[in-house]
């Protein structure tokens, strides 16, 4: 089984090192982790040093524990990881949410998006794949990178700065 480590380190090995791309509205990161949430974390050095052990646990702390996504990690790896991911790339809340929809659409489950995964979201997520099975997890996977790819076409249409970055997004983050 994936550990969150492992979910960890795959994120940051996808992130790369340091990048101040002038498109990017989260202005210069490594690791994936931008400054704001560095500086936020208590980090006050120049980005290009952020240490990876500094990334690994602003990772597990803001974009792991506080939504509540290490509960998905001990029912189902694959869709711990995906929602970390997305989490991590789109907001912790968005991909709450892209859970509780895709939850509800394929067991109406009934949950209220909001993007805060509770003991609701979990229990709904334990009952529909213990109910499917391995198929389960493969059709709940399936419909996150689909809600996630049509989030990354959103935010180019809604702003032609991202046609530097939709390429990226779905290569290294939409796993259909």
């Known amino acids: ?9 795959d994120i940051i090995r996808v992130e790369g090192g340091y990048v101040d791309h002038p498109n990017d509205p989260g202005g210069a990161t490594k690791y994936g ?30 974009y792991v524990v506080k939504p509540g996504f290490d509960k ?5 790896a694959d869709i ?13 809340a968005v991909a709450g949410k892209f859970l509780q929809r895709a939850l509800n659409a394929v067991s109406g ?9 509770g003991k609701r979201t979990v229990n709904a997520m334990a009952d529909f794949l213990r109910s499917r099975g391995s198929t389960g997890t493969k059709v709940l996977l399936k419909m996150l990178n689909s809600l996630q790819c049509v989030r990354y076409i959103e935010l180019t249409e809604s702003n032609a700065k991202n046609r ?3 390429y990226g997004w779905v290569a290294n983050r939409v796993n259909i």
């Open 1 to 9: 089984m994936t550990s969150i480590r492992e979910i960890i380190e």
């Open 33 to 62: 982790i931008t400054e704001k949430v560095a500086r936020a974390a208590g980090y006050k050095d120049h980005m290009k040093d952020l240490p990876y052990g500094i990334a690994h646990n602003i990772y597990y702390t803001e």
């Open 72 to 76: 998905l990690a001990e029912i189902n």
């Open 80 to 92: 711990a990881a995906e929602v970390v991911d997305t989490g991590v790339n789109m907001g912790p």
């Open 109 to 117: 489950a009934g949950l209220v998006v909001d993007g805060a995964v």
């Open 164 to 166: 530097s970055f939709i």
